[in-house]
């Protein structure tokens, strides 16, 4: 082995070969020069190039021959020639050679013009007693470009942070936060400048599950990513921040490598408030359809039973039995207001609700007891929620006995008809807010066909019943037509009959005595409560019989609204004296005070319950009118009273055809057919007693 050192030279370097190979003349290292894929060149002082390997064509585009001689800078840039000549001067004072000439990286020139990357080492050396600089250039534009390229990619990935809708958080794998974009920062209600270098356990947020408690960092998808090696992706999960404010996120981590053994996990974190806002909504209603959907299944049930139910008992039972046993409803009863106590007592119940009911006490004033839903329902006639009961002060002091029965919301709706309640029905639920307001609209419906159901099955009976209640009643108010007629005209009014007409109003026949008949038909036309009005005759003495068709107003209509009949009516000197035939069955209470409503001046002088008179009951003469239409007892009825089959005739057919609005052989056609109906039922009665 041989050394052979360069005396003259700075670097302080030697080389070593093997002389039985390796020949030690120049030949072999200019071999050497001239095949190096780095190109290498030599000047002298004066920056004059004194050599130029082979390399120097396929770096620079220049011939080396023709380099030699040439200034260098032939392929230096200008603003790079004082760099070079500082380092050349540097050099030859320096004992060894300055690292920072050692594999610089700079620019050169190529021949076209171009500038070219390259990496420069720098030696400077004596030859001959002049001093020398080499240079050992490299290629260095593949780096360069990759390295451009690196700096695009980071640049992309740079601005791919800050514009991603998506929340981006790097931590290494200790849990150290080390990047976080500002989507992330904007979810996380934190500046990412704040918790970078901060561990993951940081206090700018919390993360919850979906009840809301803490989540265990085991159970985190940072953790589980870190540990496992694998992607983690779409867990939904709450983060809390720092004022408070919890929003549905959906997170995902997946494992980085930075290729020398050390690792980072990326958690990618999406705000999913509006989308689970929206699956709320969703699935409210489609609670609400069910609950809507389960909630008309029984209404059904209860409008079949409804027809055929025959007692209001029956219907009171089926009503309450069918809403206690559907969900979520617990139980139901329904009530009647007490005339003597205005409480208002159960008449029927459904559910384990019998204890509950003797616990508590409703009226339907609202002192004592009449604040709770039950008691505003009679009063307001519209139904009414009680949304909690552990909040609802109405429900003070029987709040204990509300929960051993389950109960934690309630809804009463007033059963009514055409202005008449007949009662109030409380429904109870097992949870609180079950009734929203289309519930509530369900059941108010449900309340009106109930109330339907009691007016039809109540006017049956009153049909068919053996005893009725009869009711004399004085109204003074001039509001009253028959009161306001006697005192106007100072005459005196007595009620002759009534029919029902095809739009169910009702056509009054009455005698005035004392007053001039064209005086009597201009006070009707005038009355506000009147809508048609005509004298049909005059008799001997001066009374007129005056037919008149009075509004849904009147006290003969509220009284026919509550299943009554009047019997007999007459006024003088502005007073009004009734006789009203009522079911058994019904309210008094609920008929006074319907007409205390509509008259300020009621006196109730006399009540009683008697036994229907033969000329009432209906079963106890034969069914003459039982194969007569509406329009042919009509027809006949208004011709009966308008003195159609007096002698001499006190109405013509067309006179009572038109009181009807009907044409006259319409209305003699449905006379003629009504007697002949009465007269064959007469006839075919005789025959079979006989």
Not at 247 to 271: H, I, M, Y
Not at 679 to 688: H, I, K, M
Request: charged share 30%; with cysteine.
């Amino acid at each position: 082995m041989t050394r052979t050192e360069g005396e003259n030279a700075r670097s302080g370097g030697e080389c070593a070969y093997d002389p039985s190979v390796v020949a030690g003349d120049e030949s072999f290292f200019r071999t050497l020069v001239e095949s190096a894929s780095d190109a290498i060149v030599t000047v002298d002082e004066t920056g004059g190039i004194v050599f130029a390997n082979p390399a120097m064509e396929e770096t620079f585009g220049y011939d080396p021959e023709t380099l030699i001689g040439r200034s260098v800078t032939a392929f230096v840039p200008e603003d790079q020639r004082p760099r070079i000549r500082a380092a050349f001067e540097a050099l030859q004072s320096a004992p060894a050679p300055p690292s920072e000439w050692d594999g610089i990286e700079t620019v050169g020139r190529h021949r076209e013009g171009r500038l070219v990357p390259i990496e420069l080492s720098l030696r400077a050396h004596r030859d001959d007693g002049a001093w020398l600089l080499t240079a050992i250039v490299r290629d260095v534009s593949d780096r360069h470009a990759e390295r451009i390229e690196r700096r695009r990619e980071r640049d992309l990935t740079e601005q791919l942070l800050r514009t991603v809708p998506t929340g981006l958080v790097v931590l290494s794998d200790e849990g150290v936060i080390e990047r976080m974009n500002d989507r992330a920062g904007e979810i996380l209600g934190t500046d990412p400048a704040d918790v970078i270098g901060d561990s993951r356990e940081t206090d700018a947020w919390r993360l919850l599950d979906a009840d809301g408690e803490p989540i265990p960092p085991d159970e985190r998808v940072f953790q589980i990513a870190r540990d496992s090696g694998r992607p983690v992706t779409e867990v939904e999960q709450r983060v809390e921040r720092t004022d408070g404010e919890r929003v549905w996120v959906q997170v995902s981590a997946a494992p980085l490598s930075d290729g020398d053994g050390g690792g980072r996990v990326v958690v990618v974190v999406e705000d999913i408030s509006y989308q689970k806002a929206r699956e709320r909504r969703l699935r409210e209603q489609n609670e609400q359809l069910e609950r809507l959907d389960r909630i008309n299944a029984v209404i059904r049930g209860i409008d079949q039973a409804l027809v055929q139910a025959t007692t209001r008992r029956e219907i009171d039972e089926a009503v309450c039995e069918a809403l206690a046993a559907a969900d979520p409803y617990r139980s139901a009863w329904i009530g009647d207001v007490n005339a003597s106590s205005d409480e208002v007592s159960p008449r029927a119940h459904g559910g384990d609700v019998a204890d509950y009911l003797d616990a508590i006490t409703v009226t339907r004033s609202a002192e004592p007891n009449g604040t709770g839903p039950a008691g505003r329902a009679i009063r307001s006639r519209s139904v009414q929620v009680t949304h909690d009961v552990d909040t609802d002060p109405s429900f003070e002091g029987v709040r204990a006995a509300a929960a051993d029965h389950g109960i934690r919301s309630a809804a009463s709706v007033p059963l009514g008809y055409d202005g008449t309640i007949y009662g109030v029905l409380t429904v109870y639920a097992d949870e609180p807010g079950a009734f929203d307001d289309t519930e509530q609209d369900v059941l108010a419906e449900l309340g009106a066909t109930i109330g339907h159901a009691i007016n039809a099955v109540t006017t049956r009976q009153a049909l068919v019943a053996e005893r009725v209640t009869e009711l004399r009643l004085a109204i003074g108010d001039e509001r009253h037509f028959f009161a306001a007629l006697s005192a106007a005209l100072d005459c005196e009014v007595a009620f002759d009959g009534a029919t029902v007409q095809a739009d169910e109003s009702l056509r009054y026949y009455l005698t005035v005595a004392g007053a001039d008949p064209d005086d009597v038909l201009g006070f009707a036309d005038e009355f506000a409560g009147v809508e048609s009005a005509r004298v049909v005759s005059v008799g001997p003495d001066g009374e007129s019989l005056l037919e008149a068709t009075l509004d849904a107003e009147s006290a003969f209509g509220v009284i026919a609204d509550h299943g009554g009949a009047v019997r007999s009516a007459s006024a003088a000197e502005g007073e009004c004296e009734v006789v009203a035939e009522l079911p058994v069955a019904a309210d008094v209470r609920t008929v006074v005070e319907a007409l205390d409503e509509a008259f300020a001046d009621i006196e109730v002088r006399a009540q009683r319950d008697r036994p229907r008179s033969g000329t009432d009951s209906v079963s106890s003469s034969p069914s003459l009118d039982a194969d007569l239409t509406d329009r042919q007892q009509t027809a006949i009825e208004t011709a009966y009273y308008a003195g159609f089959f007096e002698w001499p005739r006190e109405s013509t057919g067309e006179e009572v055809a038109e009181s009807l609005g009907v044409s006259a052989p319409t209305f003699h056609k449905h006379l003629r057919v009504a007697e002949r109906k009465l007269l064959a039922a007469r006839f075919d009665d005789e025959s079979t007693a006989e």
